[in-house]
């Protein structure tokens, strides 16, 4: 396994990397050009820039989180195949720099959904969460303000504003694309993208849905194990992986997480790593990565990645804002450092252990 970071890049991320490189055992980070639309090409010399600013401080850029795929692609407009293009062409670039893994997501209009962004908790830490009811009475076409408020300023990923900009004229366009249709615009994507995957080595991690289930009336595709299984086998080439977002996943405490990972091993280049506390049903809070936190078992989850021969990139995902930090919620420094040395500690004393008893 390699521990990484997720880091925004220059102007967009209040986490430097000199900060980034005195966690111990990160070595590299995962990222992005956060300028980007979806369905633009990342241009070679924009790719080159990105990974010598990462270099420069002694890291290494060890995948990208995220190239975004269009509406236009995840919809099936008759722009799909051009933006497909344009897609194969920054994987090629990508390719050529030596970047082998790249997530992505296939939820429409909105990336991960949360109602709040800082639901203080006991301790005085505040964490992101999310509310069933509240979601329920939103209409979704018209709150580009409140997400424009709740994001305080940041830029976050998934909530762009051009994103907003479009969101009634993008649920007028996903009327039609019920789960086969997004289910099959996925796969006609992976198939288009096969040959640049598999001529550079990248391996493709698809982010499962956050929460995992439909929301807003949209289609939701990457919920669970049997969805993980059934897109694995339909296009079933190593380049097609996912991205285990325990986080993502656990939001519907029926996903058994150790199943998922024995049912997708050897096809998980990524790994989320974090901890979610259930409120009652409808109601989770994000927690200390630490197991006693929340509600997840932490330990169990890296020894099945472990069991099952993980070697992919790994993570902490979202951590709380504490010790006074103000940043991007989710990706302040403080919490995820934290989380990135248990999740080492957990790692090495399971593979000692393990070794112990070989
Ligand atoms: C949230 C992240 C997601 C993820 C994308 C991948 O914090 O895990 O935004 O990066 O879904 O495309």
């Not at 900009?165 to 096969?194: C, H, S």
Request: proline share 4%.
């Amino acid at each position: 396994m390699e521990m990484t970071l997720r880091w925004y890049g220059p102007g967009y991320d209040k986490v430097s990397l000199e900060q980034i490189r005195q966690i111990p055992g990160v070595t590299g980070v995962v990222t992005s050009l956060m300028g980007k639309q979806p369905g633009e090409v990342w241009e070679k010399d924009e790719i080159r820039e990105l990974k010598q600013i990462v270099e420069a401080q002694g890291l290494l850029v060890k995948g990208i989180e995220s190239v975004n795929v269009s509406d236009e692609i995840k919809i099936g407009t008759e722009k799909r195949d051009e933006h497909i293009e344009k897609y194969i062409t920054t994987l090629t670039y990508l390719g050529e720099a030596g970047i082998h893994m790249v997530c992505y997501n296939f939820m429409p209009v909105f990336d991960w959904t949360r109602t709040e962004l800082a639901r203080k908790r006991a301790d005085g830490s505040t964490v992101l969460a999310y509310n069933q009811e509240i979601i329920d009475k939103i209409d979704p076409a018209h709150m580009r303000e409140s997400m424009a408020r709740m994001s305080e300023g940041y830029s976050m990923p998934g909530w762009e504003p051009e994103r907003l900009d479009r969101l009634e004229e993008l649920f007028e366009a996903y009327q039609d694309v019920d789960e086969e249709k997004l289910f099959a615009n996925l796969v006609y994507f992976l198939e288009a993208i096969g040959p640049v995957c598999e001529k550079y080595g990248i391996s493709m991690g698809i982010h499962p849905d956050d929460p995992a289930w439909p929301i807003f009336g949209l289609s939701r595709i990457i919920t669970g194990k049997e969805q993980i299984v059934r897109l694995l086998k339909a296009v079933d080439k190593p380049y097609n992986g996912i991205t285990l977002c325990t986080g993502s996943l656990g939001s519907n405490p029926e996903n058994d997480i150790h199943e998922i990972i024995r049912a997708a091993a050897g096809r998980i280049p990524f790994a989320h790593i974090r901890n979610l506390r259930y409120n009652q049903k409808g109601d989770f809070e994000e927690a200390a990565h630490l197991s006693a936190d929340g509600s997840m078992d932490m330990y169990q989850i890296v020894k099945t990645l472990y069991q099952t021969g993980f070697t992919g990139i790994i993570r902490p995902d979202h951590g709380r804002m504490i010790w006074g930090e103000q940043a991007m919620p989710g990706y302040g420094l403080y919490d995820r450092a934290l989380g990135a040395a248990y999740l080492n500690g957990l790692w090495e004393a399971i593979e000692k252990g393990c070794a112990a008893h070989s």
